[in-house]
């Protein structure tokens, strides 16, 4: 079981916003980054350090946090972003990474 | 970048050797990771290693069998990776930490690769 928890599978209406969450007490003390993956592809980042991202992600990407729960919003969600979003964190013990178990984003 | 090779398919209980090629960066001065996905399901961290190769950690399902190591004079990571079980099926993929110089892995992964396909089968 994972130490990170996210909603198996959200859904959003083109050109709606969505928000994405992950929860985990480790997250009370280390950044979540986020990846978005297609099918058949390799993970890409998309946030980092809470709300940074990497050259190239377009800024309808932002993340967010608060206490035990980080989120990633996409506002104005593309046909293209349709995918799924895994966060990942230091666990508790802050040995260990680990990853939520991701959510399926469906673009209606 | 990062580029996975080494993977196939290999019986219960036989080893298999993963590399990881790095260009386009400073190879040792990151650390490096190695992520896992079986068939249809999520994302699972199995190893880092730090810059200079004297910090490794493991997720707790392949201690003692999994050794990560890296030649930085080559730019290589690997992932040697023993008593290999069915549980071990999955696509691997070399993931570099995102920070500089961090005295931790961060867990902040990019770029990965295009993945290698593990199948332990009989």
């Known amino acids: 079981s994972s130490e990170l928890t996210q909603d198996p599978a959200v859904s959003v209406a083109l050109g709606q916003t969505v928000r994405i969450t992950c929860q985990g007490d480790s997250l009370r003390n280390y950044y979540a980054s986020w990846y978005q993956q297609k099918p058949g592809q390799a993970p890409i980042l998309v946030i980092y350090?809470?709300?940074t991202r990497p050259s190239g992600i377009p800024d309808r990407f932002s993340g967010s946090s608060s206490g035990n729960t980080t989120s990633l919003t996409i506002t104005g969600a593309q046909a293209e972003d349709e995918a799924d979003y895994y966060c990942?964190?230091?666990?508790?013990?802050?040995?260990?990474?680990?990853f939520g178990g991701g959510t399926k984003l469906t673009v209606l | 970048q990062v580029v996975e090779s080494g993977g196939g398919l290999v019986q219960p209980g036989e080893s298999l050797r993963l590399s990881c090629a790095a260009s386009g960066f400073t190879f040792s001065l990151y650390w490096m990771n190695w992520v896992r996905q079986a068939p249809g399901k999520g994302l699972e961290w199995v190893a880092s290693?730090?810059?200079?190769?004297?910090?490794?950690k493991f997720v707790d399902s392949v201690m003692g069998r999994f050794t990560i190591s890296r030649d930085n004079a080559k730019n290589s990571l690997f992932l040697q990776m023993n008593s290999l079980r069915a549980e071990d099926t999955a696509v691997y993929y070399c993931?570099?930490?995102?920070?500089?110089?961090?005295?931790?892995?961060?867990?902040?992964?990019?770029?990965w690769g295009q993945g290698t396909l593990v199948t332990v089968s009989p």
């Open positions: 290693i730090n810059q200079d190769g004297s910090v490794k």
């Open positions: 990942n964190s230091r666990d508790s013990s802050g040995n260990h990474v680990v």
């Open positions: 993931a570099r930490d995102r920070v500089v110089g961090a005295s931790y892995s961060v867990g902040w992964f990019d770029p």
């Open positions: 350090n809470k709300n």
